[in-house]
């Protein structure tokens, strides 16, 4: 088998291609079942994630099919309103808290953190460990509450309705959610100091990966965030169960405050998605270039500004709740701030592209995927910060839409970028390529043709979260169902070709797609259990490509 | 299915065409920003395809210029966006001084509209065309949002405060009224219609089947609550006269208990009015007790909303005169939840 591989100068290498078939590595030195369950490397944790949250998303996406088979007449037909209202609930419990939150930070970030630092584990491996159970309890509790017959308040929680009105299981559900919030809390908390006290000799902070950078940035947001969505939750418990006044008007309190307060969590939880998917793709469009990423500095500082102004654009989700207009104004502005790192980012990325050497490997379709959607999703922004028109669009399916386009079209298609890109490091294992394009190409098209007629729907004026509709809003949400059944075939394909990979997938040399970083050209594929034979030495920036001799290197 | 379809929204309001022209300005902008990140994405992906697996192309670090122009002609675009954005919204929320005022009341899961001379509707909404129409909104329960896309108008409806949006219909017609803030089993059929009518056709509309006005309505309560007890607007008061307060400037002594420096003021507009029915401690007029009792529980937000028509009414020397059917108000005093306040 010829594959490229690339002379390193740099690092201190023990091989061209490291390591052997046969070697001891993190999947197969120990095989017991409690080997797993009480695993503190850091690379089976990941994999522990990788199937909890796999599991979460299938829930999530049948939640999904049943919420567009519904809205498939305008009459409600398929489900009861109550069933309705508390399938979309459930729908976004679970794919926000449940599975976007802890996608590529949990899975990717506790894989990818140690290796691409040089380090041998990250800085707590027993907290890492603790908080896969918090995560694993929290779904539990969330998935009772489901059980016990579900929560109808939307994913949001607004009070007095969540405190006070409604009858359903809100109590299980917020205690599921602290109890989740907290795994995101101590990952955060981890990461952070892994980064900062484990890099290996030579890796100053200049020279780390942009996922890296991305990873770090998000865990900024978690840490500081995610306390706030915890106390807020709590409140609501507090006022739900004791009847104390803090939102309820009747009993002295104040529902906009609770406004305040969840989406000061929850506008930089956006950011908790994105983040890392865009440090993924800076690292899978500079391996699939083959070139150094254009303007390095400033795509890191990005993600950093990003996570920092994602702190104060909360307001834009309350333009139409009667805050003070200036307010609104101050708030307007600050969330345009968010579009300019953003739009660095791309411009970078196509620098990166320009005079490169580009091939198209599953990881790059889904790149370019990631790329055609964060565009959208970012561009419909501009509509929701600008003022005038977001009194017209929020609330209707426009918003619908683009946030879908943002936490789908750009999460998830970063997610599956990134899970295609290390896949080959995770399990020592290839896919087959041709359904990896296909399953991108698959999910490309149905995502947009799910989700594009939703924003004229929106425009329309077609409110969100309606179980019945009027007969005029029907042919676009045909459409939106029809698009649906395609997208579910692409998100579905992987989860068939992936495992048939991991079992009797061709072996994978330690870098198949001649990627630069760490864990690409330091470490076996799959990695050894303490990741590195020998501590690495960096002594130069990352993606350094032009500096190397490229050699066809045969085993 | 196909013959009820359509591409653009009515549009039925001054401020509509504003909008879409806004609107228009941000599709073509976003439009060719994406087309134009679509087509270098191809044309780079195709022009430097791999050809030769040996190649390792020449490294581009940076290029200042090129950085500078794609981070400032962003921030030129946002910018005219946002003082764009800024103008129309400022059209869409600040209404003109002389709209007629219209109330609604949503609960779980109707509109309740209540119109100064005395009509009353539910789940519609009929206005003249050509005249600015302001609509004060409140809850009884959740919180719901009163939205007309056809006027591109909308506005949160939370309990426990007064809330407004304002609009001048264009086009007679029947357009969809949502409610589009999530508010349980039957938000999705929290739907009602707002009825456009030609002036003359309105007058009409309101002349048939209307109850006595709600600012008499209110004058009815004002006496059956009690209110006339103490608010008698001659020298026996034992509290404030009300007579000719809406919208000025009132210098308060206490909020919440606690006194405030001399010479502060609030403005009574319906938010007050609210507050000092349901709160009588909140804000205390300067020179006056808080002997009030509060209305919590005791009057709906319909009746609430009649009482301040009422108040908003009432000129000099309107006050009427305690009559026998309004009884000192032994229950109200003796359940009097107020703390004497120093």
């Avoid at chain 1, 953190?113 to 159970?133: E, H, Q, T, W």
């Avoid at chain 1, 386009?405 to 599956?416: D, E, K």
């Avoid at chain 2, 029947?174 to 803030?181: A, D, I, P």
Wanted: glycine share 8%.
């Amino acid at each position: 088998m010829a594959t490229v591989g690339l002379e390193s100068k740099t690092f201190e290498k023990f091989a061209d291609v490291v390591g052997h078939d046969d070697d001891l590595n993190y999947l197969n030195h120990d095989h017991s079942v409690l080997s797993w369950l009480f695993t503190l490397d850091h690379k089976r944790i990941g994999l522990l994630y990788l199937v909890t949250i796999t599991l979460m998303f299938l829930l999530g996406g049948a939640l999904a099919g049943a919420i567009r088979l519904e809205l498939l007449t305008p009459k409600g037909d398929f489900l009861t309103a109550d069933t309705y209202n508390k399938a979309f609930t459930a729908h976004g419990i679970i794919m926000l808290f449940f599975f976007l939150i802890p996608s590529i930070p949990a899975v990717l970030g506790n894989f990818l953190v140690p290796l691409m630092i040089g380090a041998k584990d990250v800085a707590f491996p027993r907290l890492n460990l603790f908080s896969y159970y918090l995560y694993f309890a929290g779904s539990v509790i969330a998935l009772t509450a489901l059980l016990l017959g579900g929560v109808d308040t939307g994913w949001t929680f607004y009070t007095p309705f969540s405190s006070t009105y409604s009858n359903s299981y809100v109590i299980v559900m917020a205690v599921g959610l602290f109890v989740v919030g907290f795994s995101s809390i101590l990952t955060g908390l981890n990461f952070i100091i892994t980064v900062h006290r484990m890099r290996c000799p030579g890796l100053t902070w200049f020279r780390l990966p942009l996922f890296i950078w991305g990873i770090y940035a998000t865990s900024v947001v978690q840490l500081l965030g995610t306390p706030v969505i915890a106390v807020t939750l709590g409140l609501l418990g507090v006022e739900r169960t004791l009847g104390v006044g803090i939102f309820d008007p009747r009993l002295g309190g104040d529902p906009i405050l609770f406004q305040h307060l969840f989406w000061f969590y929850s506008h930089p939880a956006v950011y908790i998605m994105i983040l890392p998917s865009l440090g993924v793709t800076s690292e899978v469009i500079a391996t699939f270039s083959r070139k150094n990423v254009f303007g390095y500095h400033i795509i890191a500082f990005s993600s950093i500004a990003i996570a920092v102004f994602g702190f104060i654009v909360w307001a834009h989700h309350m333009f139409t709740t009667g805050i003070s207009p200036y307010a609104a104004m101050v708030f307007s502005l600050l969330t345009f701030s968010v579009a300019i790192p953003s739009g660095i980012k791309v411009f970078s990325w196509l620098a990166t592209m320009y005079g490169g050497s580009i091939s198209f490997g599953t990881p790059m379709i889904y790149a370019f995927g990631f790329l055609g959607l964060f565009t959208i999703g970012g561009m419909t922004g501009l509509f929701l910060s600008t003022l005038g028109t977001d009194i017209h669009l929020h609330d209707t399916y426009f918003i619908v839409a683009h946030f879908h386009y943002i936490m789908v079209g750009g999460a998830i298609m970063g997610y599956m970028a990134a899970i295609h890109y290390w896949w080959p490091k995770m399990t020592g294992r290839l896919y087959s390529e041709f359904w990896g394009k296909l399953s991108a190409g698959i999910t490309f098209i149905g995502f947009n043709f799910t989700f594009f007629p939703q924003f004229i729907l929106g425009y329309l004026g077609m409110p969100r979260r309606y179980y019945e509709y009027p007969d005029e809003f029907q042919v676009l949400n045909v459409f939106s169902t029809a698009g649906a059944t395609i997208l579910a075939v692409g998100y579905l394909m992987p989860l068939v070709y992936m495992p048939y990979s991991f079992f009797f997938g061709e072996k994978a040399n330690s870098n198949p797609y001649g990627g630069s970083t760490l864990e690409w050209t330091n470490t076996t594929s799959p990695p050894s259990p303490h990741n590195f034979e020998k501590t690495p030495v960096v002594t130069e920036e990352p993606y350094h490509y032009h500096a190397k001799e490229a050699a066809v290197v045969s085993h | 299915m196909f013959e009820e379809f359509k591409w653009l929204p009515d549009q039925a309001s001054t401020v509509a065409p504003e909008v879409d022209m806004l609107m228009l300005f941000i599709v073509v902008v976003t439009v060719f920003i994406t087309a134009l990140v679509t087509v270098l994405t191809l044309g780079f992906a195709v022009a430097f395809r791999r050809k030769s697996e040996s190649y390792i192309p020449a490294p581009w670090f940076g290029c200042i210029p090129l950085e500078i122009g794609w981070t400032l002609i962003p921030v030129g675009i946002c910018l005219v966006m946002f003082s764009w954005g800024v103008k129309v919204y400022s059209n869409i929320v600040i209404p003109p001084a002389d709209a007629m005022e219209i109330y609604a009341v949503g609960r779980q899961w109707m509109w309740k509209i209540q119109h100064p001379e005395g009509q009353r509707e539910i789940n519609a909404l009929h206005v003249p065309i050509g005249r600015p129409v302001k609509v004060t909104l409140t809850s009884e329960d959740v919180i719901h949002c009163f939205s007309i896309p056809a006027f591109r108008v909308k506005q949160d409806v939370v309990p426990g405060r007064y809330s407004s949006l304002w609009f001048q219909a264009t086009k007679a017609g029947t357009y969809q009224l949502f409610c589009s803030e999530y508010c349980g089993t039957e938000h999705s059929r929290m739907i009602g219609k707002v009825i456009v009518m030609e002036e003359a056709d309105y007058q009409k509309w309101l002349s048939e089947g209307a109850e006595s006005g709600q600012a008499l309505q209110g004058r009815k309560l004002y006496t059956k609550l009690q209110c006339v007890t103490c608010h008698t607007g001659n020298a026996e008061a034992k509290a404030p006269n009300l007579e000719g307060i809406y919208r000025k400037h009132i210098p308060i002594s206490h909020i919440d208990g606690v006194k405030i420096k001399d010479g502060t003021k609030v403005f009574a507009d319906d938010s007050y009015i609210r507050e000092s029915i349901l709160y009588p401690n909140a804000k205390v007029a300067a020179g006056w007790e808080s002997i009030m009792p509060t209305y919590q529980g005791l009057v709906t937000e319909e009746e609430l909303l009649q009482v301040i028509a009422y108040i908003k009414a009432l000129n000099q020397g309107q006050t009427p005169p305690r009559t026998e059917e309004t009884p000192t108000p032994a229950t109200i005093q003796n359940k009097n939840p107020n703390k004497e306040v120093n």
